[in-house]
DNA sequence: TACTTCGTTTAGAACGTTCTAAACGATTTG
DNA sequence: CAAATCGTTTAGAACGTTCTAAACGAAGTA
């Protein structure tokens, strides 16, 4: 094999392993999913748990978790009794189905509990301290339902939609304070 | 103190320190935040202590989180020596400073390891095989430069400008199939 | 100067997480 | 049926993280 197609993909593998923490996965996973993705054709199990130095029953682990994300699917070839894998390579069904299954259900019960608590504060002695406390409150639920619609915009729009309109803001406010 | 007041906080003291981790931070520095956000008035490191129940020593550290993020400023009193705490209660300034301190550096760790891979990459034999590396880590390429000027877009808008384009584009394209 | 009262720092305990190694069940092959 | 191959599961080791408790230095007070 050539030696810097290999460290090339060793160094991905390096990157998607530091990043993995972001999306949630664990070290391991975030290397599996990059050995997978420069993987011209599918891989065992055994070769993914060779080339990454862990071993099986750790790749049988993580690839769970990244099945259920939707990030890997799993084949099967005829008269073999291996399992094969496979990545999924649209990054924006991926980023959905991360966002929606994992992300989500956690902020969403944040969010309840910030309704709970504005509940619980409304039903106070009205005091100027309850007053306060309320306007706080919702203004983080109005922080909240922001960051939600900005992410399903986002889903909605796509990629292509994301990238024409990010151009279009660029040309429109030249002037960003960053 | 009024009791549904203070298990109103007590909630949102919940809510945050479970999410805390989404945003880079401890447990603790969630909670601590949560108890300085719903304050009517600046706490003395003691008060915050005793609130959430960690000792002092561990409020101290936390604090310089919360501080280099932003997110608290300390105050003086005159004839006090002891230095109270004042929440930032700007949820957007809190966001661009999360994102520049800690996530971007994250991202732009990676991003120079996808580019430095891609540099491999494109010295390597021009087999078919390389070519879908090189595609492969392209594509990942454009993923991440979408994703930092989506970033960037929306800190440059602010909550107004975002809140307007998402109704905005909820009003043009109402057909979003999440 | 001795005594408090602060915030910070540090050593180590407690904890959850993530890995390995090995046993296991299921399936195929000789 | 015996042996080998494969993926999964499990017990426990190794590790990093986060907490407490206690020592500490700095700064005010009697």
Redesign the interface.
């Known amino acids: 094999m050539?030696n810097?197609?290999s460290?090339?993909?060793d160094?991905?593998v390096?990157?998607?392993g530091?990043?993995s923490a972001?999306w949630g996965l664990g070290k391991t996973a975030g290397e599996m999913y990059a050995v997978l993705?420069?993987g011209?054709e599918p891989l065992s199990l055994e070769e993914v748990a060779k080339r990454i130095k862990v071993t099986k029953g750790n790749i049988s682990v993580a690839i769970r978790q990244l099945e259920q994300l939707g990030m890997v699917r799993r084949l099967h070839k005829i008269g073999d009794r291996r399992v094969y894998f496979e990545p999924e390579?649209d990054?924006w069904k991926i980023a959905h189905s991360v966002l929606a299954l994992r992300?989500k259900p956690?902020?969403q019960?944040?969010f309840d509990?910030?309704e709970?608590?504005?509940g619980?504060?409304s039903?106070?002695?009205p005091?100027?301290?309850?007053d306060?406390?309320m306007a706080?409150?919702k203004?983080?639920q109005d922080?909240y339902r922001?960051l939600d619609?900005?992410v399903?915009?986002?889903?909605?729009?796509g990629?292509g939609?994301?990238?024409k309109?990010?151009e279009a803001?660029?040309l429109l406010?030249p002037d960003?304070?960053?």
């Not at 399903?152 to 729009?157: F, G, I, Q």
Request: aromatic fraction near 8%.
């Open positions: 050539d810097q197609l460290s090339s993909r160094i991905l390096q990157a998607l530091r990043q972001f993705y420069l011209a390579t990054f992300h956690e902020f019960e944040s509990l910030v709970e608590s504005i619980l504060a039903r106070a002695e005091t100027p301290e309850r306060t406390i706080r409150l203004e983080l922080f922001l619609s900005m399903e915009t986002a889903l909605s729009l990629p939609g994301m990238k309109m990010t803001i660029k406010v960003h304070k960053l």
